[in-house]
């Protein structure tokens, strides 16, 4: 089981930024996928990014053209940017490896986002 460790997170205003990071206890290249997930209370968790091991990424329609996924320099690190960012996005976001071999999900513990006047 991959260990996952989110920072980032914190209170912001609209319109403002924030990037999180998820550093893994080992390399999460292929077969691994990693990807951001969020739930905001009283709802259910949701896809928000994921990006592959050559680097394409996949967004949650909501969050096209003000978020942006990507991978660290190390083979253990994934980032959120997040831009433009609405009380909507206001959530605790979640860092996720699926071993695509086997099926298997690794999760972090999470890292709030509150967006915020």
């Known amino acids: 089981q991959v260990r996952l460790v989110e920072s980032g997170g914190g209170l912001v205003q609209p319109g403002g930024s924030l990037r999180l990071a998820c550093e893994a206890s080992e390399s999460i290249q292929s077969p691994y996928m990693p990807a951001w997930f969020r739930q905001a209370p009283g709802k259910q968790r949701e896809f928000v990014a994921s990006?592959?091991?050559?680097?394409?990424?996949n967004y949650l329609t909501a969050v096209k053209g003000r978020f942006a996924i990507s991978r660290g320099t190390t083979q253990n690190t994934i980032y959120l940017q997040m831009n433009d960012l609405k009380p909507e996005d206001t959530a605790l976001y979640y860092c996720n490896v699926r071993n695509l071999r086997s099926g298997y999900d690794s999760w972090g513990q999470g890292t709030q986002v509150t967006v915020s006047s």
């Open positions: 990006i592959t091991s050559v680097g394409i990424p």
